[in-house]
């Protein structure tokens, strides 16, 4: 019996999920491209697609811990000790400033 076989079908099976993964994101990407072209071209606004309501709270901010000196909107946080995480480093290499993820609620 090969002890590695295993490892194979695990691999394989790894594979097979991330081609799936791929497969509908690469869907979803060319779904939000066709949206998008549809808004353009018929000039929708947010209020033509949403409710009031849902629009209200996908504008509010979530409620962060004022404890917390650093965060963004996807819920990464920061406490400004030590290394800075993966999450900020990327964003500031993208272009943004480290003032921009500056938790307006934090109190020292």
Do not use: I
């Given at each position: 019996m090969n002890v590695n076989m295993p490892k194979v079908k695990a691999v394989t099976a790894m594979?097979?999920?991330?081609q799936e993964a791929l497969s509908s994101l690469a869907e979803q990407e060319e779904v939000i491209d066709l949206v998008k072209d549809v808004i353009e071209k018929y000039g929708l606004e947010p209020g033509d697609l949403f409710s009031e309501e849902?629009?209200?709270s996908a504008m509010e901010p979530e409620p962060v811990d004022p404890g917390i000196p650093y965060c963004d909107r996807a819920g990464n946080t920061w406490s400004g000790k030590g290394r800075r995480p993966t999450w900020l480093n990327e964003a500031i290499l993208a272009g943004a400033a480290l003032e921009d993820f500056r938790n307006p609620a934090f109190s020292a």
């Open positions: 594979k097979e999920r991330l849902a629009l209200g």
